[in-house]
């Protein structure tokens, strides 16, 4: 019992720490690009286009990339995907050290890139309830967070650092030495698949594909979940990238260093809420009282974040005061945090209650679902910012998530006692 237990410690470190390594080198990349891209004369509209290209490509194949997950060895296509990675990076990295780098080839590289990671994602998800017992998921899942959001953290700091050092150049080598190690610490987990009879061809691929929609149609919380993400991803994750920088351009007087500071409020919101969340809810079997703790955290602070957008609230804090910007700091970082004590549970849920043969394909849909609210949710909110107050704007989308939390939260609780 001693040696299981001390093998699926050793698998788990090993799993954690090629996460951790690959999340900071793309978060090195991430943040320095678009300052490259601006740096070398590209336009808004250009970053614009390499944000969108670091999420869609992954969507769009997350649904076969679960189907393959269930198919193929996790562990393999985890060590393929970021070695691949690895030598595309490299490649782009020696192309720009002999100067034959431009915005094309910057942009096709993030679509494989961002196409790999969707491939990687499902199996990674699928494979970690395999490496653990099942009563320590929401540690694990709290320590997957915490180290996702350290990466978060401390990407940012270190690409600067490279970047006005030594150049993109560095910043294209630490990235795709990141994936080398990640790939490297990868081959060394103890993991076996479990191999299933499948159904070959394109035939056999849709109907893996589709058995898993139907999983997920046939289990009400799980269907209720998903769409419980694409709302929340929809309103509430704009506001970090649309709203926030809009609200501190037009209305605060505070310099460019004040908003650094700001973004480092809501990665320490992340990072602190993901250990607490392992500290305080580790041991519950059930995820509703973590979720419900997290739907009332997220419904206060996005109301407490529309009521400081407001004019009067302005003038009567001062908005360029120390006050004003310690009580913003402060809503930003439990505001994110929230957003963590619900993921956490849901996706201990998913793992508890999904069979292991379906992991893959039912992570990659509800990742589908989910996150696509988060581009077409910048976008509308880009919309109507144009053509109405951002305060009415950000309190109509408060309210309105007010609505829809009480409203899964009871449906929940309904389904979980019916059961």
């Known amino acids: 019992m001693k040696k299981r237990k ?100 910057l942009l096709t590289v993030q679509i494989i890139i961002s196409l790999l990671n969707g491939l990687f994602d499902p199996a990674t998800r699928g494979m970690l309830p395999q490496l653990v017992d099942h009563d320590e998921l929401t540690q694990v899942n709290s320590k997957v967070a915490t180290a996702k959001s350290f990466s978060l953290l401390v990407g940012p700091v270190i690409g600067t650092a490279l970047y006005t050092k030594f150049g993109i150049t560095m910043v294209f080598f630490i990235n795709g030495l990141s994936f080398l190690l990640s ?30 929609f139907k999983f997920i149609a046939n289990n009400k919380i799980i269907l209720k979940m998903c769409f419980f993400f694409l709302v929340t991803y929809f309103f509430a994750q704009p506001i970090f990238g649309v709203v926030l920088p809009l609200f501190f351009k037009t209305e605060l007087n505070y310099g460019d260093t004040q908003y650094g500071y700001l973004q480092m409020a809501v990665i320490t919101g992340m990072l602190l809420a993901s250990i607490l969340v392992g500290i305080i809810f580790g041991k519950e079997k059930d995820a509703v009282k973590p979720l419900k703790f997290g739907c009332i955290m997220l419904a206060v602070n996005m109301l407490a974040f529309s009521l400081l957008t407001f004019p009067c609230s302005l003038s009567l804090l001062g908005n360029g005061s120390t006050l004003y910007f310690t009580l913003l700091a402060a809503v930003l970082c439990l505001f994110s945090g929230a957003n963590i004590f619900i993921s956490v549970p849901i996706q201990t849920y998913l793992q508890k209650e999904t069979p292991e043969e379906f992991m893959s394909r039912v992570f990659s849909v509800v990742g589908m679902i989910s996150k696509i609210g988060i581009p077409f949710g910048a976008l509308a909110y880009g919309i109507i910012l144009d053509r109405a107050n951002l305060h009415m704007t950000v309190l109509v989308s408060a309210l309105f998530m007010v609505c829809i939390l009480a409203s899964f939260l009871t449906s929940l609780l309904k389904d979980k006692g019916s059961s």
């Open 183 to 212: 790939g490297a610490s990868e081959m060394l987990i103890g993991y076996i698949h479990d191999k299933r009879e499948i159904e070959k061809g394109i035939s056999g691929v849709i109907k893996d594909l589709s058995d898993g």
């Open 6 to 105: 001390k093998a699926s410690n050793i698998n788990f470190i090993l799993f954690l720490t090629g996460r951790m390594v690959s999340d900071t080198g793309t978060s090195v990349q991430l943040v320095i690009v678009p300052l490259y891209i601006i740096d070398t004369g590209g336009s808004a509209s250009t970053v614009g286009l390499f944000s969108f290209l670091s999420i869609l490509p992954a969507l769009l194949v997350f649904p076969l990339a679960g189907v393959l997950g269930d198919r193929v060895n996790r562990k393999t296509i985890m060590v393929l995907t970021d070695i691949i990675s690895a030598g595309v990076i490299l490649v782009l990295a020696s192309l720009s050290y002999m100067g034959k780098m431009n915005i094309s080839m």
